[in-house]
């Protein structure tokens, strides 16, 4: 059965996609730990990180890094903190979180923010992706 990532990238749930190419995909996050909380995935339904092979772990990292960049541009932040945990989905995932204080990288700690704020964040970020 399909992980609800490969929905998300299907358009079968809608997301405030980011940014896309032929084999990675980046979303904001449902309930993020901070604005602009943001998750990069394969578009190949793998459960955890380290059992994608190599190139695709590899460019996983780099599309990563660009929308790392997209972010450091749109959002206020000390700097991007970076987390891979994949407890709840098993369709792997990179966390990255704008984050100005520890606590933003405790996954106890929630933001709650509109669709407007949502729609523009993601914007914004889209905007800014190279
Ligand atoms: P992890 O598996 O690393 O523990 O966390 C999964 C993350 O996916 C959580 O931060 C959760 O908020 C996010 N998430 C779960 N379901 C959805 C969804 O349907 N849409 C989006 N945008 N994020 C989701």
Do not use: W
Request: glycine share 4%; with cysteine; hydrophobic share 45%.
């Amino acid at each position: 059965m399909a992980t609800i990532f490969t929905k998300i990238i299907n358009g079968e749930i809608p997301s405030y996609k980011v940014a896309e190419d032929e084999n990675y995909f980046a979303f904001l996050d449902i309930n993020p730990n901070a604005k602009g909380h943001t998750l990069v995935i394969p578009k190949q339904e793998v459960n955890k990180i380290f059992d994608l092979d190599e190139s695709t772990y590899s460019g996983l990292m780099s599309f990563a890094y660009r929308v790392a960049k997209a972010l450091e541009k749109s959002v206020v932040c000390k700097r991007i903190g970076m987390s891979v945990v994949g407890l709840e989905v098993p369709h792997v995932h990179v966390h990255l979180i704008p984050i100005t204080i520890m606590d933003d990288m405790r996954f106890t700690k929630k933001e709650k923010l509109s669709n407007e704020e949502f729609v523009a964040l993601a914007s914004s970020i889209a905007r800014n992706f190279e």
